[in-house]
């Protein structure tokens, strides 16, 4: 299952760097993964800031 991006998001960005398969983009408001690119690895949740990335 893919991990999923809250509304805690503050677009910072540094989740988008640390992708390895670009799952990762800038969306409206926030940063949003797209779930047919996630491969679950969990390489966003650590370089979140504010913890707003977790396993979907």
């Known amino acids: 299952m893919a ?3 809250s509304g805690e998001c ?6 988008e760097a640390t992708c390895p398969v670009e799952a990762i983009s800038q969306g409206d408001d ?4 797209d779930a047919d690119t996630c491969t679950d ?5 650590d370089s979140c800031p504010v913890d707003a990335i977790s396993a979907g």
């Open 3 to 5: 991990h999923v991006i």
């Open 10 to 15: 503050i677009s910072c960005g540094a989740c």
């Open 41 to 45: 690895c969990g390489a966003c949740t």
């Open 30 to 33: 926030q940063f949003v993964i």
